[in-house]
Structures are given as C-alpha cells and as structure tokens.
Nanobody
C-alpha cells in the first residue's frame, strides 16, 4: 500500500508562486509514475501534471503549461509541483496521485489509471 501526503498549500496572491510537495511511502518511489490533479468547488477533479518514473518525461494540462513545473526527487521519495503566475482560477484542492503499473518512461494522464491518492492540499489564489 502506498501512502501519499501533500503539503505546501495555502493562500497566495494573484501572480504569486507556490510549491507543493507530495511525500510517498510504502513502495519504492522510482516504481511509481506520479501526477497532480485538482478539484475546484462544484467541478470535477482534473488533470494538472504528470511525470514518469524516471522523471525524464512530463505532461501538463494546457491551462497550466508554461506556469507549472512538475519534478521529482527519487532518493527523497517526493514529487513537487512548482506553481507560478497563479490566477484565481487555479484555486482548488490539489491532489497527488501514484500509478504503480506504468513503464519507466511513460506518463499517466487519465485519472482512472491512478491507484493511490493523497488527501489533498488547498490552494487559494486571491485576486
């Protein structure tokens, strides 16, 4: 069983930056493809970014491309989401997810392919 714990959420001003972290345990971290999703009030959970097991491949939603960066530190069992140029529409609960069945260089985009989820961390962007 994989446990995921997000941190780093909070209140940010329009145009500001924030870095989210997700610490994983319970399985060799380099065997997990990782992703970030978010869910705003009244909306479905949506894909934000994903990174392959090796960290060599990434993928982003169009809405965050050029503003957000996903990265991972396998020795530290942690995946990060660096967010910049934040907008009010980025306000959401951000979730970390892990896919334990991916190949080393592939990214997982579909929410249905993730096996494990964190509890989420709230990010609020004030205008």
């Amino acid at each position: 069983q994989v446990q995921l714990v997000e941190s780093g959420g909070g209140l940010v001003q329009f145009g500001g930056s924030r870095r989210l972290s997700c610490a994983a345990s319970g399985r060799t971290f380099s065997s997990l493809a990782m992703g970030w999703f978010r869910q705003a009030p009244g909306k479905e959970r949506e894909f934000v970014a994903a990174i392959s097991r090796s960290g060599s491949t990434t993928n982003y939603a169009d809405s965050v491309k050029g503003r957000f960066t996903i990265s991972r530190d396998n020795p530290k069992n942690t995946v990060y989401l660096q967010m910049s140029s934040l907008k009010p529409e980025d306000t959401a609960v951000y979730y970390c997810a892990a896919d334990g069945r991916s190949t080393p260089w592939s990214v997982t985009v579909s929410i249905h392919e993730y096996d494990y989820w964190g509890q989420g961390t709230q990010v609020t962007v004030s205008s």
